[in-house]
Antibody
Framework: QVQLVQSGTEVEKPGASVTVSCKAS????????MHWVRQAPGQSLEWMGW????????HFAQKFQARVSMTGDTSINTAYMELSSLRSDDTAVYYC???????????WGQGTLVIVSS | DVVMTQTPLSSPVTLGQPASISCKSS???????????LNWLHQRPGQPPRLLIY???NRFSGVPDRFSGSGAGTDFTLKISRVEAEDVGVYFC?????????FGQGTKVEIK
């Protein structure tokens, strides 16, 4: 069965960078695009971008374009999202989600809480 | 960006009774390929979202048939025919017709 397992909680200071990993099982990560979505406390969901793990091609929301990178390591079936120049309003749960086709996000990771605090 | 507006934001329902959530988009969600990319997601407290409905009306694998989606263009609806206890949580509509993909504010469904 498809599973996405993310890395654990991160606590960072303002201005630092954070990397979240997302290990896929039950399918080959290079066969599907991977998206990243975040959710600030008590808020709705915010789409950040996608990566094609096979080619490395990416597309980011303009809001994050200057600060985000997404990569994939197909040898270990894992995708990564790095967010730099962290601010307090980056405090959120970050999710990876598989692109299921037809504009859908069919499987989601359990989420990684990133806390940005001095 | 496409703005997604859900109503109501809160919906107290009686077990076994129906529930309905509306989602309106600021632009048409008909993609250039002719498909309409509107999804519904459900999030229980402390859990990640899970896909319920894609392309307006297609139930994802394993989703009970008490869930149904309808609509076209800019107006969409999610209906639960008979609410069960496991249906509590927040429901989000999401558009994937244009980048950036965007979500509604969420509708909280709780049992009366």
């Amino acid at each position: 069965q498809v599973q996405l397992v993310q890395s654990g909680t991160e606590v960072e200071k303002p201005g630092a960078s954070v990397t979240v990993s997302c290990k896929a099982s039950g399918y080959t990560v290079s066969d599907y695009f991977m998206h990243w979505v975040r959710q600030a406390p008590g808020q709705s969901l915010e789409w950040m971008g996608w990566i094609n793990p096979k080619s490395g091609a990416t597309h980011f929301a303009q809001k994050f374009q200057a600060r985000v990178s997404m990569t994939g390591d197909t040898s270990i079936n894992t995708a990564y999202m790095e967010l730099s120049s962290l601010r307090s309003d980056d405090t959120a749960v970050y999710y990876c989600a598989r692109d299921g086709g037809s504009g859908s996000l069919d499987f989601w990771g359990q989420g990684t809480l990133v806390i940005v605090s001095s | 960006d496409v703005v997604m507006t859900q109503t109501p934001l809160s919906s107290p329902v009686t077990l076994g009774q129906p529930a309905s959530i509306s989602c309106k988009s600021s632009q048409s969600l008909v993609h250039s390929d002719g498909n309409t990319f509107l999804n519904w997601l459900h999030q229980r407290p402390g859990q990640p979202p899970r896909l319920l409905i894609y392309e307006v009306s297609n139930r994802f694998s394993g989703v009970p048939d008490r869930f149904s989606g309808s609509g076209a263009g800019t107006d969409f609806t999610l209906k639960i025919s008979r609410v069960e206890a496991e249906d509590v949580g927040v429901y989000f509509c999401m558009q994937a017709a244009q980048f950036p993909w965007t979500f509604g504010q969420g509708t909280k469904v709780e049992i009366k």
